[in-house]
């Protein structure tokens, strides 16, 4: 049983859904228009500028990267309009989820982010991170990153009762999975593979209309956290190792206290106590429609979670201003 937070008031959960409002709104403007770096730079401003209007001491811990890499939103920020005297609380976000998603207007862009007190989420440094998770209902134990990927499938299709060739693998579309899609195309599984976007593909493992049964693979470690965060909410189980190419990322590892470098994280590692998680869809996808920018108006579709109630509310908005630009 997870306990409800005092620091995280119920009134935080639809000001989440606001803020990845803001942002997906003004990644929208840019759906298709080829400009990835214009689409990110647009939904990090319109995240902030809406962070900033909140009575909390907010600090990201997830965010775009250090601060010499990230001029806003970087790791370390300090965001909320209650510096020293609100509610302390760790953030991770990714405010355009999907930047090339975005610029070529595929499927499944969201803004994202996940709130927790202080000291709730990891601090994952921006390495990649192999990942394997299933949705809620499976006994623990089922899936282990120490095992093969056909052996993690066997045990998936057991608990579920079915062959493994009835189980469909979500994996990003990359030439570092090209060992891994062979092996579970050996076992007759079927595969989506999607080219970016691996939080919604983490987050697809827990809606049964998704049909995915399983996700794996590499990809950034700080989305591994959101994605966390979000099955902290819904139940389900999550791994996650860090993978370090050099020296350089074994030090930015170093530099955010992690010490064991071989460490497997489970789903409390990455996101404990009360969590909210909030998404906002930029595009169509599979888990939430995009902004639709009509005659009279715009309209928006967000998914809300929060851990020490299990509820998730789906927040279907209608626009007639920027979401954001004013206390609506």
């Not at 927790?116 to 299933?134: F, H, Q, R, T, W």
């Not at 093969?148 to 693998?169: C, H, L, Q």
Request: aromatic letters at 4%; charged letters at 25%; glycine letters at 12%.
């Amino acid at each position: 049983m997870v306990i409800a937070s005092h620091t995280l008031d119920r009134v935080l959960v639809l000001e989440m859904v606001r803020v990845t409002e803001a942002a997906a709104v003004a990644a929208s403007k840019l759906i298709g228009r080829g400009n990835e770096k214009a689409a990110d730079h647009a939904a990090v401003e319109a995240m902030r500028e809406a962070l900033n209007q909140l009575e909390f001491d907010g600090t990201v811990v997830i965010g775009e990267g250090e601060r010499d890499e990230a001029p806003m939103l970087f790791i370390g920020e300090k965001v909320g309009r209650a510096q020293g005297t609100g509610p302390k609380i760790d953030i991770a976000l990714d405010p355009l989820e999907g930047t090339t998603i975005t610029a070529k207007a595929g499927p499944n862009a969201l803004a994202v982010l996940a709130i927790a007190d202080e000291g709730g989420l990891l601090n994952a440094p921006d390495v990649y991170m192999d990942k394997l998770a299933i949705g809620p209902g499976y006994p623990e134990g089922t899936i282990d990153l120490n095992r093969s990927a056909s052996d993690n499938i066997r045990s998936v299709a057991k608990a579920k009762g079915v062959d493994p060739s009835e189980i469909i693998v979500c994996v990003l579309d990359r030439p570092r999975h090209e060992k891994l899609i062979a092996e579970l195309r050996a076992l007759g599984c079927g595969i989506q593979l999607i080219p970016d976007g691996d939080v919604a593909g983490v987050i697809a493992v827990t809606n049964p209309d998704t049909t995915i049964d399983i996700y794996m693979g590499s990809g950034g470690a700080p989305e591994g956290v959101l994605a966390a965060a979000a099955l902290r909410c819904v139940g389900g189980q999550f791994q996650g190792r860090l993978l370090f190419r050099n020296d350089d990322e074994r030090g930015r590892a170093a530099k955010w206290g992690v010490e064991d470098l071989d460490r497997i994280y489970h789903l409390h590692d990455l996101a404990k106590g009360d969590v909210i998680f909030a998404a906002t869809g930029v595009t169509d996808g599979s888990l939430l429609e995009g902004v639709k920018r009509r005659k009279s108006c715009l309209t928006t579709e967000s998914v809300v979670m929060r851990a020490s109630t299990g509820t998730v509310r789906w927040v279907k908005g209608e626009h007639r201003g920027e979401p954001g630009s004013h206390r609506d």
